[in-house]
């Protein structure tokens, strides 16, 4: 059977977007902005879009047009012994991330219906904290975990890829709009010096004493949000029928999906510093109480509050389906199996996996750190070893196609992605482990010693 390729030129594009831009920008890169000391993580952050992300994107690209193949085939058909595991680890960092990622959307989905029902008008942050708390635990959150993972589900078994593009085309920019409206009323507030301050002055004494969580969690959250470190942007390479300009599309990508985030921080911070809540504190909840008392204040802010949590969680959607469509297309590919039931049979596995999440969001620090601090950093990791040393002439060809010999840039690329790439990674892979492990012996520990 002939593999898809992607209906229109721009397809494939809009996929990668769509997969790039979600709860990543929205929700993660502003709470961990506020964990991580604001200024010293922005900066740290960009320099690891452009100098990590940027040909991390293109080592996945390589892979994934050069073989035409789920990442799992992918690996196989190009390396040879231990490598065949890379495969494995992206299914379960593929499980993992799925699994509570369904849940967060599931919030946004239920902000959208509070917003039909009762609208955002809150008496002010205590209020606004504890909708979160209703909304992330129990019951609901649980429903609406169903909701989202049925979607996905039905998205991936229908095979509507031309439903996705068609969809991000009009989202991703709706969004910006929106976004841009918040900052600039944002902007208005008494408080915005004081946040602009916070989040773009790097205070490098701060960074200099709290470099060990810094930079991993900068790596990890540029890994997340770039889709990178379990074979999303191979498998969308896949289905590229023809040789273009894998540069000037992993430039678009990842300039699109930084922009999103940046303009987030600029709505974020200003409403937490009105409401006099520390950045670093609310943690997950951040997006919700900063954007609950934004709606609560704004004329007409109720509609606008609607569409845009409507918004996220379509922009998750889009996101989600990228996760789902490794899993599904791994078995499809590998074990033939029809592509319907193989999406319900790992949706299901995956809902499953998220309830605990939905119980009581310890699980969330369980699973977000387990996949952002650790997996996705050793996912990219291992792909940047093989791409760098492994097959870096097949590598170097493939940039090649579409683009030319780029005066010797190709050459560049792999000595980038062999060495410092490495080396960084490397540093943030340890980092992370151990800051997992401390979270694991510590907060984790404690809460199971409580029940
Ligand atoms: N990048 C997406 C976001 O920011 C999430 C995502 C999609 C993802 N596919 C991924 C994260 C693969 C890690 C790996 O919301």
Redo the contacts with the bound molecule.
């Keep these: 059977m002939a593999r898809e390729t992607w209906a229109t030129r721009m397809g494939f594009i809009l996929a990668a977007v769509g997969?790039?831009?979600?709860?990543?920008?929205i929700w993660?890169f502003p709470f961990i902005t506020g964990q991580e000391g604001g200024g010293a993580f922005l900066l740290l952050y960009l320099l690891f879009v452009v100098l990590i992300g940027f040909p991390a994107i293109l080592v996945e690209f390589v892979i994934g047009r050069y073989t035409e193949l789920n990442p799992v085939g992918a690996i196989r058909e190009l390396g040879s012994g231990a490598w065949n595991y890379l495969g494995w680890l992206f299914v379960v960092?593929?499980f993992v991330?799925l699994s509570y990622?369904s849940v967060v959307a599931g919030w946004f989905l239920r902000y959208t219906l509070i917003g039909v029902t009762d609208g955002y008008a809150l008496a002010g942050p205590e209020e606004a904290t504890a909708l979160y708390g209703s909304v992330t635990t129990g019951l609901d959150s649980l429903l609406f975990h169903a909701v989202f993972m049925a979607l996905v589900i039905g998205i991936i078994a229908a095979g509507v890829r031309r439903g996705i593009e068609v969809g991000v085309k009009v989202m991703v920019p709706a969004i910006i709009v929106v976004l841009v409206g918040l900052a600039a009323y944002a902007f208005t507030l008494d408080a915005a010096g004081a946040a602009y301050a916070y989040y773009l002055t790097p205070d490098f004494g701060y960074l200099a004493a709290n470099w060990t969580s810094i930079l991993p969690a900068a790596a990890g959250q540029a890994?997340?949000?770039?889709?990178?470190?379990?074979g999303?942007m191979i498998t969308y390479a896949s289905y590229l029928g023809e040789d273009r300009n894998l540069a000037t599309d992993a430039g678009i990508i990842a300039a699109l999906?930084t922009l999103i985030a940046v303009i987030v921080g600029f709505v974020v911070f200003p409403f937490l510093f009105a409401a006099g809540i520390e950045p670093g504190g609310p943690g997950p909840s951040a997006i919700f109480v900063s954007l609950t008392s934004a709606f609560t204040g704004i004329p007409g802010g109720r509609i606008i509050g609607i569409v845009f949590f409507a918004m996220v969680g379509i922009a998750?959607l889009s996101?989600?389906i990228?996760?789902l469509e490794v899993l599904v297309s791994y078995l499809i590919d590998e074990f033939d199996v029809e592509r319907v039931p193989a999406s319900v049979a790992i949706g299901v596995a995956v809902f499953l996996l998220g309830v605990p999440v939905t119980i009581d969001l310890i699980f969330l620090g369980l699973y977000d750190n387990l996949?952002g601090g650790v997996l996705?950093v050793l996912g990219s990791l291992l792909l940047a070893l093989f791409v760098g040393w492994v097959i870096p002439d097949v590598a170097r060809n493939e940039l090649e196609k579409g683009i030319g010999s780029l005066g010797g840039l190709g050459t560049a690329w792999i000595w980038i992605v062999r060495i410092p790439i490495v080396i960084v990674v490397l540093v943030s892979l340890y980092l992370g482990v151990v800051g997992y492990v401390d979270f694991l012996t510590g907060g984790f520990a404690e809460w199971l010693a409580a029940r």
């Excluded at 997969?19 to 920008?25: E, M, P, Y």
């Excluded at 890994?223 to 379990?230: E, K, R, V």
């Design positions: 997969s790039a831009v979600g709860l990543g920008n993660r960092t593929g991330t990622y890994f997340f949000t770039l889709s990178l470190g379990m999303v999906d998750a996101s989600a990228s996760i996949a996705l």
